[in-house]
């Protein structure tokens, strides 16, 4: 597999291992790349709208910033089960760096215009495809500080999902108060699931002031990534965004014929406004969400490491074992 500057494609990690393989069983990355790249910026001025996305760049060490993603995506997915939602007007720069990527793994927006839109395409597609899917969203710049135990918190939550269709968020639990992004709060009273460390969200914390006061009580950090079912993804839409959820209706009919690009193209022009998933969905119902906690260093989870594929399989495959709660809800 050879990367933009026809570089191998270093996959880390065993996916041959067959546990791994078994916890993953139908389970789909998307990576959210058809942004500019440039956080809070959107959307981005007319004029600079067909300029390099920061993802399809060279970060500070010298690595396509979307590569780096996709060496840690792949510790838990398999490159022909991680799709790409990208830009039309970004074409040249996605054909360039994702030229190993099969096209039908691109999912391709008629332009930027936010992530709710991004996640509604893509969770649509993957719908008319493959209705029971388990779907885990990433950004394009996903490098976290602790990728083995952060992946290894992603497999447990799809394994959650697969026995409890819920949408769960990944929050890293900062070392400090100087990290920027968006906290979550979560319920600490008791977990949802203790075995595979699951809790119950009870707001998101977008006062940084507050952030910090709720930093030695637990609060998270966002990582933007979030696992659940395509029917759970598109539930959590028509409840917080039924305008964008109607806009798509006709598009949802077309999806997977010849007219489908047409008519998302007029889905999407429809919507004026630029959206944000976290700030116009999961805001909305934050109380109906959980949250699996990631150490932002290994040597912060206090000496236990996380489990071999081997024991993850053997806690999560089989009959529904009865720490498995009932759905928390829309």
Known sequence: MMSKNNKPFVIPGNLSDASR???????????????????????FPADLINRRPAHFSHNAGGEITIDQARKQIARAFEPKDTMFVVSEPHKP??????????????????????????????????????????????????NPPNPEELMY???????????????????????????????????????????????RVRRFLTDRNRAKRQFKDGALLNSSVM?????????????????IYDNFSLAAERIGTVSEQRSVRAAYYSQYAYTDFSRDVLEKSAEKL??????????????IKPKSSAQLADTVIGSPPKYFTAQVGA
């Open 21 to 43: 393989s078994e916890v993953m069983k139908n389970c789909k990355a998307i990576v959210l790349a058809g942004g500019n790249g440039f956080p809070g910026i959107g959307p």
């Open 93 to 142: 720069y996605y054909e360039e760096v994702l030229a190993d990527v099969p096209q039908e793994n691109l999912i391709v927006q008629p332009e930027d215009l936010g992530t709710t839109l991004a996640v509604f395409y893509a969770v649509l597609r993957l719908a008319m495809t493959n209705p029971s899917a388990i779907l885990t969203f990433f950004p394009a710049d996903f």
């Open 153 to 199: 918190r992603v497999r447990s939550a799809a394994a959650f999902v697969r026995q409890d269709p819920n949408l769960i968020l990944i929050g890293i639990k900062p070392d400090n108060t100087l990290n920027e992004g968006e906290w979550i709060e979560a319920d600490s009273s008791a977990p949802v699931d203790k075995i595979l460390d699951v809790w």
């Open 227 to 243: 696992t659940g079912s395509a029917a759970t993804f598109l539930r959590k839409i028509r409840n917080a965004a039924p305008e």
């Open 290 to 303: 959980l949250v699996v906690p990631v150490p932002a260093l290994l040597k912060k989870a206090v000496g």
